[in-house]
């Protein structure tokens, strides 16, 4: 056995080693660094990944060292980056090893020979605002963010502007940004008012808007139970409505999108955003109906 000062001399080698190791200018292997996403990339392959993610770019700061991946195929969209993201992440993970973001992660920055609290590793659709995960490294481990839901095909619902209300459209042969804005406004109000009163017994729903900002709105609601999965008590629900106002000729086009995660919890929410899962793989029949049920109720709002 090592004596106790043997043990505390190697400790504190490992730590100034450490130190000094971190506080390196990783700018400075800018190259090296590049030619080992290559060699990243080559295990995503290796392992079966490939076909869902690739390495895309790599960026270098002082401190810190940020990969991108994407997928491998140009005509792909971010609702099926997501449904191929989900079945890759469920056929790992149903093999009882860890997270599949983990392994991603613990892989990364092995092979680019970094610290983990270097690395971040971050996987972006082609609008990231539909699909963004990052992973991180930190003292307790590999940290995921996926703070946004996940993308599909948006719906485009046109509307005549002979059919809305009055109130909408000021000139009716004249459409003005300030007539899209009125559009949004409404939808918005209908759904704060809409879900204010949902959620579970002992709490009502959350509902924020991430965003209203040139006919452009996106409102998200969480803490709701029993809204798109009726029968499923187990469940928490998180819902992303996205709904944008253009005009197009003598018609008012709507941007129309409703996607929704579930999570388990009988009395409270679960605390992880990561609990959740994309209700499209597993209940699309009923998300299918809300989403049409929601869409049918929004366009009875502003028609007359």
Request: glycine content about 4%.
């Amino acid at each position: 056995m090592k004596s106790a000062k043997t043990q505390l001399f190697v400790i504190f080698f490992t730590l100034v080693n450490y130190f000094a190791y971190s506080q390196t200018d990783l700018r400075k292997d800018s190259d090296f660094l590049r030619s080992k996403t290559h060699e990243y990339d080559e295990w995503l392959a290796a392992k079966g990944f490939g076909d869902v993610l690739i390495v895309d770019s790599l960026t270098v700061e002082e401190h810190k060292v940020s990969v991108f991946l994407g997928y491998p195929h140009a005509e792909q969209t971010d609702f099926s980056l997501n449904v191929a993201w989900e079945k890759l992440k469920n056929e790992y993970e149903s093999k009882g090893k860890c997270l599949l973001e983990e392994n991603l992660f613990n892989n990364l920055f092995f092979t680019l020979e970094v610290s983990p609290d270097s690395v971040q590793l971050i996987i972006l659709g082609k609008q990231e605002y539909l699909f963004r995960i990052d992973i991180l490294g930190s003292e307790l481990g590999v940290v995921v963010m996926d703070k946004i839901a996940q993308a599909r095909d948006a719906e485009k619902i046109p509307i005549p502007v002979i059919n809305l209300k009055n109130k909408y459209i000021q000139q009716k042969d004249k459409i003005k940004s300030a007539d899209l804005n009125k559009i949004t406004s409404e939808i918005k109000l209908f759904l704060q008012k809409y879900y204010k009163t949902k959620g579970a017994w002992w709490y009502f729903a959350e509902v924020e808007v991430v965003k209203d900002f040139e006919h452009d709105l996106i409102i998200e609601i969480t803490d709701l139970k029993n809204e798109i999965l009726k029968n499923e008590r187990d469940y928490f629900e998180y819902i992303r409505i996205s709904i944008k106002a253009e005009k197009q000729n003598n018609n008012i086009i709507l941007t129309y999108d409703l996607m929704a995660k579930y999570g388990s919890g009988i009395f409270l929410a679960p605390r992880s955003v990561n609990d959740y899962k994309n209700m499209e793989i597993k209940y699309a029949n009923s998300l299918e109906n809300y989403r049409e049920k929601i869409k049918s109720m929004i366009h009875k709002q502003l028609i007359k």
